[in-house]
């Protein structure tokens, strides 16, 4: 990849998150942003080949350190936010 | 179908899945949904991830997602409502260090296998520092959170700031421009980051808090973002940039309704402390008990609540659904008015009442409920200060003047639950105290709301 080709991908990226993202009401503004953070995650992809490349004992330890803290992000983040939300829509489904 | 073009197909459809998903993060009715979808998109890319050729050995793969699951499931499991804020702040801490050594061992990968090359470099030194600043500035928010660190910084802060800032500076270019060799130079370029972002986060008091964990989720998807141009991986740097622009409109979103720019709330004067409340207000205030409050209630027929961070602490949300219950019993209208900074994260007051029980149709946001406080009898503040403080609007010289607040002194009466009259986090006294038609309660907010619940039943 070019870092020309690099640069557009995060440049579109940027402008969509900041699509995506214009009016969200205030009871989602945590769920949002737990949910997010639990994507931005998604450096995990990167730590998996960091610890499993077996390039020198520094860079495994590094990786799998990294392993470890992006994996309690990625499974945290997620888990919290389904948490919260199913506590936003238990009200709804029981008066149905 | 080569396992390269598996793997480039596979983070395609994670891609597609985090935008679908974060989309439906944004309405209550499909949030839930794309929560799921968020997940789904991960579990694709951990997957496809693994049949990468240059992965060799997998235990220690094993291992640490192992770690990380249980850790992650047990905290996200157990964690109290309340304390929400906190989490979030260490999850955001937790993802910029994981980016930080993610970049730290590829960059030393590279440079070993002599495959590096100036946008390697750059990335690699840009990560260091944002992630590392992620990662201190968030656990120095956990520890203020947590109410253990109390630390507001030291006289000469600022400078000290400037100058750890133009040397982490100088490592970032050195690594980057000069000498991209430089192992040395980026272990010292995350240690100034982490530095950094200590010192940037402890000046930072509680009220503004909103706008800190905001950015720390914005710069935490940065630093992915960034990563991904070390790694040269394109699902990094998409999803890592849809995370950077969401929190970056949630920090936007929080600075408006404080009236604040980000620098001012980074890098601006720490509001002074000021004497304490006794002083200020003297003998002016009238307070009340939660027998006439009850009376108060009795006759009213419309109400309206404005929790604060006072609830958080004193964990009342679920007191406070039993006042609403036995106040709808009698016909009279409850509705809550809740201000975008009240508590320390963004909608901190709605993930409390929603555990609570009470309905989000009862929640009203400063725009709905502004209008209405004209129309209600008894307006209860529960814990909340500078966010109805009137200063706000009629005293241009006020620190927070022009800051969005909630009309509260529209109201008939106003009932404070406050457990003393110590000034806000601002420091700020609050006119609406001594203000005509205001009662002071003087109590913890769970027992004065569970007070003034049975007084209402049994008369």
Redesign the interface.
Known sequence: MTLLIAFTLFTLAVFLGLELISKVPATLHTPLMSGSNAISGITLIGALVSAGADHSTLTTVLGFFAVVLATINVVGGFVVTNRMLSMFTKRKKRES | MSRANVIDLGYLVAAVL??V???G????RT??R???M??T??LI??LV??V?Q?????Q??A???A???A???L???R?Q?TS?PE??AL??G??G???V??A???F??IN??GNSTG?IAVAAAVTSLVGAMTLSGSMIAFGKLQGRLTWNGFRGLPIVRILVALISLAFAVQIGGFQPEGQLSLWLLIAGGFLLGILCAVPIGGADMPVV??LL?AL??V???T????????????????????????TQ?MCKAMNRSLLDVLFGAAPSAVDSGDDIYGDQVTSTSAEEIAMLLEIAERVVIVPGYGMAVAQAQHAVRELMQTLQASDIEVSFG?H?VAGR????M??LL??A?I??EH?L?MDQVNPTFKRADVTIVIGANDVVNPAARNDPDSPIAGMPILDVDDSRTVVVVKRSLSPGFAGIANPLFIADNTLLYFSDAREGILEVTKALTES
């Open positions: 985090f935008i998903g974060l989309k993060l944004g309405r209550p949030a839930p794309g929560n799921l968020g997940a998109g991960m890319a951990v991830t693994l990468d240059s992965i060799l050995s997998y220690f793969l291992i640490g997602l770690i990380g699951i850790i992650g499931a905290l996200a499991l964690v409502m929400m989490l979030v999850f955001n937790f993802g260090g994981a980016s050594l993610v730290a061992s590829s030393i990968e070993e296998l946008q964990i905001a989720n935490s998807g630093a992915a973002s990563t991904g141009f070390v790694l040269d991986n394109s699902l990094l740097i998409i999803a890592g940039s849809l995370v950077g622009a969401s929190g970056l409109v949630l979103i809740i975008p994260m963004p909608g901190h709605n993930v929603a555990e029980e309905d989000y929640l946001d």
